[in-house]
Structure formats: C-alpha cells, structure tokens
C-alpha cells in the first residue's frame, strides 16, 4: 500500500511534516473532543504580549504526537522491546494528554469547576471516549495514570523531562520570538534509553539536557510569568469572580454563552467525579465563549463588571507592582488609599468590597527542575546518575530552588 494511503500529513511550522497514521488516531483527531482544542490558545493571553502567540492546543497535541512516534522509533532501534498496541496506546495518550484544558488554558483552569486540575478532565474525557471506541483506549488510560507495567512510557507522557515539555518549550519559542527557549530536541530525543524501566538519557545528551534547564527557567521569567500575562490573567479572574457573584446574589448578568453562564452560576465541583452531563457542557467551551461573555458583560448594569470588561477588551490592564517578599502593611496601605481616590475619581462603587476586583495580592512560583521526586538521570558507564550530579556545572542546583515573587495588581494611576 502506498504511503500516502496509510498516513494523513499536516505541516507544522515546529516540526516539519507530521504523518498521522490512518486509524483509531486519526478518527480521534476528528472528534469533537479533539477538534475544540482548534478553539483554545496554547499561551492563554500571552498573546496580549507576543502578538504571534496565537497557537492553539491542538497545534500542540500534534506536535507532542510526532516527538512520541521519533522516539518510541528510536527506544525500538535500540532494541526496546514496545508492542504495537503500546506504541499506539503511548501516542493516543499524547494526543489526549492536554484534551482537558478548558478556555484559555490555564488562566481560567479554577474559575470553572471547584477542587479541579485540568488532568482529571483529560482523564474523564478518555474514559468517555472510551466507552465510544469500544475500549480501544485502555492501554492509553494505563499510560496516563501510570498503572501500566512499563513506567518509561509514562515518563514520556509525563515526567520531568517528557514529550509534553519538550513540544511546548520549542512551540512556545518558536511563536513568541523569545529564542532563549529554543532547545535541542533531536539530541535529546536521540540519546533517550531504557535503563531498568526508566527512561535515562545517554551522557553524550548531557549538555542538551543542560540547555533544556536552562530554557525552561528563561521561558518561566520571560513568557509564562511575564508581568503583563500575569495582570491580564488577575484581570480576567476578576471579572469571572465578579460574574459568580452576581449570579449568587441573583442579579441578572448578560448571556454571552450559556454554557460559560452554566459553569459559573452552578458552580459545579470535581471532587467526587466529573459527571457526563459536565464533560459534555465543559467539552462546548472554548476562547470564543469566553471573548463572546466579556463583550456581552460590557453592557452590565453592574458598574463593575461592566468596567473590568472593558478594560479586558481594550487592553487596558492593571499595573504589577513587584515586591522581594510578602507586601507589607505599609505598602498594601499606601495602594489601598490610592485605589480608593482613583475609583472615586471614576465614579466606581470604592467600598471594601468593591475594592477587591481592583487589587489582588498574589504570588508566582517557578522550579525549572523538580529533582527531589522526579529526577532525570544521565546513563554514564552503565550507571544512572542524577542529572544535576552529573552535570559539570553547579548552577542545576540552584536552578532547582523554587523561584517565588510577590505582587500587587491594581489600577495605572
């Protein structure tokens, strides 16, 4: 059979041609589960700040697909013993690994459901696709969770060096322009062994594991955590905690999506289980019942919702101010009584209350690498060493110190 025939191609500006084998992942592609990642900003509103960072999840999914099909090649060339039912079961999973992020990715992650991580839905998700391809997911559902026997395919589904990070690193480089991300795949993926039912990297791949540190701790400070994606992503929780409020309180709020509208009025908690009734709902939201909402709560009667919706829209963020540790009370005052003249200025409502959609304490965190309970290890001689005990230099280790910052979002006065 010519080649043409078995495999569907998509071009990928990251990883070149992508040939997707015909078949149960294709027709997963297809579904409507898969497809809504089409709908949903990989970087959230990082696109606020890099104005080419408008890739979606799905772009994603397909480009931690190619990077499974390499190495699980490259595990075989090695004579790692992987069954064709573990070879699809490892790329399904990667495909589906991020099928539970709702709108806007991580930026609205606990707005929507309560006690929730996107994880349980990508898992609830699975297990409903499923029961709809007559249990041909079962051995992706072992990878994900990690009960299936052999551990390496997990670690490549997730782990502190997976084909997750790898993908999104390069992807989010790629899109945004920030070059410090750019890291060395090929070799990465070249050197990765099985050792003992691990996955080790070779020592020749030491110094492109190095480098893959290094990026991820860049792209944290420059792009993930950037001041401005990080007042837009307080702002849009403002306004969603706004909404549910308003809901609470039995105000009429306009309609933009009365899916979005569903979530926030009811609430709905994860705790026990994430029901079919939910999955179906949470699996119709996507960025444009988001955008859809903002605009439509512009023209609220609520003077606040109407005013942080604007905002939004036009861009008009709130300022960031920094501090080396927690806020003090001398600092929270001065901000205080400054909110407080400005919204009175505006003519917004500047009571107690009122004054809490307009500053938020919050704090940011960033590890470029977990070692204590995740290690990557470097196969040297027949023998797996930590990799930040066999890296040459010392800085790994002060590159696995979680990096914390304070601060304060409020109004540009």
Same mark, same amino acid.
């Given at each position: 059979?010519?080649?043409?025939?078995?495999?569907?191609?998509?071009?990928?500006?990251?990883?070149?041609?992508?040939?997707?084998?015909?078949?149960?992942?294709? #027709?997963? @592609?297809?579904?409507?589960?898969?497809?809504?990642?089409?709908? !949903?900003?990989? /970087?959230?509103?990082?696109?606020?700040?890099?104005?080419?960072? #408008?890739?979606?999840?799905?772009?994603?999914?397909?480009?931690? /697909?190619?990077?499974?099909?390499?190495?699980?090649?490259?595990?075989?060339?090695?004579?790692?013993?992987?069954?064709?039912?573990?070879?699809?079961?490892?790329?399904?999973?990667? /495909?589906?690994?991020?099928?539970?992020?709702?709108?806007?990715?991580?930026?609205?992650?606990?707005?929507?459901?309560?006690?929730?991580?996107?994880?349980?839905?990508?898992?609830?998700?699975?297990?409903?696709?499923?029961?709809?391809?007559? $249990?041909?997911?079962?051995?992706?559902?072992?990878?994900?969770?990690?009960?299936?026997?052999?551990?390496?395919?997990?670690?490549? *589904?997730?782990?502190?060096?997976?084909?997750?990070?790898?993908?999104? /690193?390069?992807?989010?480089?790629?899109?945004?322009?920030?070059?410090? $991300?750019? @890291? $060395?795949?090929?070799?990465?993926?070249?050197?990765?062994?099985?050792?003992?039912?691990?996955?080790? !990297? #070779?020592?020749?791949?030491?110094?492109? *594991?190095?480098?893959?540190?290094?990026?991820?701790?860049?792209?944290?400070?420059? &792009?993930?955590?950037?001041?401005? *994606?990080?007042?837009?992503?307080?702002?849009?929780?403002?306004?969603?905690?706004?909404?549910? =409020?308003?809901?609470?309180?039995?105000?009429? &709020?306009?309609?933009?999506?009365?899916?979005?509208?569903?979530?926030?009025?009811?609430?709905?908690?994860?705790?026990?289980?994430?029901?079919?009734?939910?999955?179906?709902?949470?699996?119709?939201?996507?960025?444009?019942?988001?955008?859809?909402?903002?605009?439509?709560?512009?023209?609220?009667?609520?003077?606040?919702?109407?005013?942080?919706?604007?905002?939004?829209?036009?861009?008009?963020?709130?300022?960031?101010?920094?501090?080396?540790?927690?806020?003090?009370?001398?600092?929270?005052?001065?901000?205080?009584?400054?909110?407080?003249?400005?919204?009175?200025?505006?003519?917004?409502?500047?009571?107690?209350?009122?004054?809490?959609?307009?500053?938020?304490?919050?704090?940011?965190?960033?590890?470029?690498?977990?070692?204590?309970?995740?290690? @990557?290890?470097?196969?040297?001689?027949? *023998?797996?060493?930590?990799?930040?005990?066999?890296?040459?230099?010392?800085?790994?280790?002060?590159?696995?110190?979680?990096?914390?910052? =304070?601060?304060?979002?409020?109004?540009?006065?």
């Amino acid at each position: 059979m010519d080649k043409s025939t078995r495999y569907k191609i998509f071009n990928d500006p990251v990883h070149g041609f992508i040939s997707v084998p015909k078949g149960i992942i294709l #027709e997963l @592609i297809d579904h409507p589960y898969i497809q809504r990642l089409r709908r !949903i900003r990989q /970087l959230g509103l990082g696109y606020l700040v890099f104005p080419a960072a #408008e890739h979606s999840r799905f772009s994603h999914a397909l480009g931690s /697909l190619e990077l499974g099909q390499r190495v699980l090649n490259n595990l075989r060339e090695k004579d790692t013993t992987i069954s064709n039912q573990e070879y699809e079961g490892t790329l399904i999973c990667l /495909l589906l690994h991020d099928v539970g992020h709702g709108p806007l990715s991580h930026t609205l992650e606990h707005s929507l459901l309560s006690e929730f991580n996107h994880e349980m839905m990508s898992l609830a998700i699975m297990h409903e696709l499923n029961s709809q391809f007559n $249990g041909a997911l079962d051995t992706a559902i072992d990878i994900f969770t990690d009960q299936h026997p052999k551990k390496f395919l997990h670690q490549l *589904v997730s782990s502190q060096l997976d084909l997750d990070r790898l993908d999104y /690193l390069k992807r989010d480089s790629f899109f945004t322009g920030v070059s410090e $991300g750019s @890291i $060395g795949i090929q070799r990465i993926l070249k050197t990765m062994r099985v050792y003992k039912n691990n996955i080790v !990297i #070779e020592r020749k791949g030491i110094y492109a *594991v190095e480098n893959y540190i290094i990026s991820r701790r860049l792209m944290y400070m420059q &792009v993930y955590l950037h001041k401005t *994606v990080l007042s837009a992503d307080s702002l849009i929780r403002s306004i969603f905690k706004r909404v549910t =409020y308003l809901f609470a309180q039995g105000e009429s &709020v306009p309609s933009g999506s009365t899916q979005l509208d569903y979530f926030l009025r009811e609430q709905p908690s994860a705790k026990k289980s994430i029901s079919t009734s939910i999955i179906s709902a949470y699996a119709q939201l996507d960025d444009y019942d988001v955008y859809q909402s903002i605009k439509a709560w512009q023209s609220a009667k609520d003077l606040i919702l109407s005013d942080l919706s604007s905002r939004f829209l036009n861009r008009n963020l709130f300022r960031a101010s920094f501090f080396d540790k927690n806020p003090g009370k001398a600092s929270l005052q001065k901000i205080n009584k400054m909110t407080h003249a400005y919204l009175v200025k505006k003519g917004l409502p500047s009571d107690n209350e009122s004054m809490k959609y307009y500053i938020r304490t919050e704090y940011s965190t960033s590890e470029a690498y977990k070692y204590k309970n995740d290690s @990557i290890w470097i196969l040297d001689n027949d *023998v797996a060493i930590e990799f930040s005990k066999a890296a040459d230099t010392k800085n790994i280790i002060a590159l696995t110190q979680p990096v914390k910052k =304070y601060f304060i979002m409020h109004p540009k006065y």
